[in-house]
T-cell receptor, first 112, second 111 residues
Framework: AAGVIQSPRHLIKEKRETATLKCYPI?????VYWYQQGPGQDPQFLIS???????DKGSIPDRFSAQQFSDYHSELNMSSLELGDSALYFC???????????FGQGTRLTVV | RKEVEQDPGPFNVPEGATVAFNCTYS??????FFWYRQDCRKEPKLLMS???SGNEDGRFTAQLNRASQYISLLIRDSKLSDSATYLC????????????FGKGTKLSVKP
């Protein structure tokens, strides 16, 4: 069965650079969530989209932005990267709001 | 945001033991709950969904007590491969979705 696809899997950037993370949800899933997980931490909610509109916003820095496109894939844009942005970034997709969400394998971002 | 709270552990148990985790939630508006399992540096993977009073799948049983606002996960006959962090997740968002994660409970099963 198709799963949530995230790209790239690994990314190394320098401070103050920009990064774009992509998420391709499971077909027919209309909701996408983005999470940031630092070492030894639980996933921190960043932002979510439902039917291409932002549905909720968590602890996403102003330096980050995201959107969901007409084909339901989503991109997380990160600018002016800081060392503290180094983390695993997970995307999850869900069909409607009542069902289970499934996670992609994540993008490991390292800022040096 | 609504809170979902878990005992972080770690729970250190021998193989074959039965172990139970509790998760409490502060807002009764949740439609459903999920237990996810997360291995180190990997994505959370869905373990069980709880839509009504409970669910059972093999060695795993989840129970929901709406009156007391807690969800439990029971693991019977623990295996070494059960060692992981278990995340309790509340679903509050209605049609648009709104997942609230607990901080996770770490389980270590020893030989």
């Amino acid at each position: 069965a198709a799963g949530v696809i995230q790209s790239p899997r690994h990314l190394i950037k320098e401070k103050r650079e920009t990064a774009t993370l992509k998420c391709y949800p499971i077909p027919r899933h209309d909701t996408v969530y983005w999470y940031q997980q630092g070492p030894g931490q639980d996933p921190q909610f960043l932002i979510s989209f439902y039917e291409k509109m932002q549905s909720d916003k968590g602890s996403i820095p102003d330096r980050f932005s995201a959107q969901q496109f007409s084909d339901y894939h989503s991109e997380l844009n990160m600018s002016s990267l800081e060392l503290g942005d180094s983390a695993l970034y997970f995307c999850a997709s869900q069909r409607g709001g009542y069902t289970e969400a499934f996670f992609g394998q994540g993008t490991r971002l390292t800022v040096v | 945001r609504k809170e979902v709270e878990q005992d972080p552990g770690p729970f250190n148990v021998p193989e074959g033991a039965t172990v139970a985790f509790n998760c409490t939630y502060s807002n009764s508006a949740s439609q459903s709950f999920f237990w996810y399992r997360q291995d180190c540096r990997k994505e959370p993977k869905l373990l069980m969904s709880v839509y009504s009073s409970g669910n059972e799948d093999g060695r795993f049983t989840a129970q929901l007590n709406r009156a007391s606002q807690y969800i439990s996960l029971l693991i019977r006959d623990s295996k070494l491969s059960d060692s992981a962090t278990y995340l309790c997740v509340g679903n509050y968002g209605g049609s648009q979705g709104n997942l609230i994660f607990g901080k996770g409970t770490k389980l270590s099963v020893k030989p």
